[in-house]
């Protein structure tokens, strides 16, 4: 049973442009959300988060976006770089689960210069 | 620097030999696990630390032991390995629980078993 989903394996947008990737949930007992980024080679790393009891957080070229009725999140990039090109992994948490975070297959962005 | 180590990085290995995998952590970080991360199925979570000899599994324990003798380390052993934990390994550590906090994760430690 796969409570977070990313649906898309991977995106490919133009430098410049916004990229959107997509995430959603299943289990509504998830009140805690994360986005990581992952480069090859290398372990992933926290790119930004947002608690249930927002529907946005921001943080410099990254907004992480939240539709609890949805339960549905998506991470926008904008202005996309070359940098960005990475797999990005949606995560959950519920409070109290043992720090437990429940993670989605990720998806593969791709940014073209 | 704040970080976490895994080693080795890479290690191929034949069925049944006992093998560890090490991982420190500098940041005294109470919570400590491991994931394995495979092809479509991302990261799945196999065994957890929330402090010092307190363990408990994750979603993914078959095959897998682990112990927290100290804060800072937290070694997966894999008594009897077989192929299909060939996968890619990552240890992470986060300071508070509930996954309301970052995890610090290592670089990975790719496993291949013949």
């Known amino acids: 049973d796969q409570q977070v989903k990313q649906n898309s394996p991977s995106l490919s947008v133009q430098e410049g442009r916004i990229s959107i990737l997509n995430c959603d949930y299943t289990?509504?007992?998830?009140?805690?959300f994360l986005w990581y980024k992952k480069y090859p080679a290398e372990g992933p790393t926290f790119l930004i988060s947002?608690?249930?009891?927002?529907d946005k957080n921001e943080d410099g070229r990254f907004t992480v976006f939240l539709n609890k009725s949805a339960k549905h999140l998506s991470l926008h990039i904008v202005p996309s770089q070359p940098g960005d090109s990475a797999v990005y992994f949606c995560?959950?948490?519920?409070?109290?689960?043992?720090?437990?975070?429940?993670f989605g297959k990720g998806t593969l962005l791709t940014v073209n210069p | 620097e704040a970080q976490v180590t895994q080693n080795p990085r890479y290690l191929i290995t034949v069925t049944g030999k006992k093998l560890t995998v090490t991982c420190s952590q500098n940041m005294n970080h109470e919570y400590m696990s491991w994931y394995r991360q495979d092809p479509g199925l991302g990261l799945r979570q196999i065994y957890y630390?929330?402090?010092?000899?307190?363990?408990d599994k994750g979603d993914v324990p078959e095959g897998y032991k682990v112990s927290r003798k100290e804060k800072r380390n937290f070694p997966l052993i894999l008594e009897s390995p077989s192929p299909n934990q060939t996968s890619l390994y990552f240890c992470?550590?986060?300071?508070?629980?509930?996954?309301?906090?970052?995890?610090?994760f290592g670089q990975g430690t790719r496993l291949t078993v013949v």
């Open positions: 995560a959950a948490s519920v409070r109290g689960s043992n720090y437990k975070l429940t």
């Open positions: 947002i608690s249930s009891i927002k």
């Open positions: 289990n509504s007992m998830f009140d805690y």
């Open positions: 992470a550590s986060s300071s508070t629980g509930g996954g309301h906090t970052e995890a610090f």
């Open positions: 630390s929330m402090n010092v000899e307190v363990t």
